[in-house]
């Protein structure tokens, strides 16, 4: 998906006001250290996270527990201590404006993803989580809905897009 951003950045012509870093991270699993090392090297201002998250209607997930999240309905924006409220809230009006659809989620604690490194490292980075509904994480037969897929990637672009130089995401504009 970020990936496919980039091709759009290209293909339209698009010239930020910013430098932008596209990366993949490794050992989320087990600690976040590549997304830590990233931090790190890059030292960003803002990070826009992307990983997966269950697709609740999948048989014998708990929907209490984990929300009521399903394939084909759109990306799932994440509320949580380490997503920053500003950057979500771009990334909600971008969804808005732009007629990409999405889902909520809350994570009381830690989100799980990369987005925790880059939130409490080098002094905090603004981040936010853009997940996308997974049925059968961690199985071979993991699937997702490919109109989510477009749908994360729209939302990625035009909140890029919506991004001003030196935007300074801790007070609102």
Do not use: W
Request: include cysteine; charge should be negative.
């Amino acid at each position: 998906m970020i990936a496919e951003v980039a091709k759009l950045l290209k293909e339209n012509n698009i010239k930020l006001p910013f430098g932008l870093y596209i990366t993949n991270s490794v050992q989320e699993e087990v600690g976040l250290r590549g997304a830590q090392m990233i931090t790190e090297s890059i030292k960003p201002n803002v990070a826009i996270v992307t990983d997966v998250c269950h697709d609740t209607q999948t048989p014998m997930l708990n929907k209490i527990k984990q929300g009521d999240l399903s394939s084909g309905k759109g990306p799932v924006l994440t509320y949580g201590p380490a997503v920053q409220n500003n950057l979500l809230k771009l990334l909600i009006e971008s969804a808005d404006s732009n007629n990409v659809p999405f889902q909520r989620a809350a994570a009381s604690r830690a989100t799980g993803t990369d987005t925790d490194a880059f939130a409490y490292s080098t002094g905090g980075v603004a981040s936010a989580l853009i997940s996308l509904p997974l049925r059968y994480m961690h199985t071979t037969v993991e699937s997702v809905h490919k109109d989510d897929v477009e749908n994360v990637i729209r939302l990625i672009y035009h909140s890029l897009l919506n991004i001003e130089n030196n935007h300074d995401f801790r007070y609102l504009k």
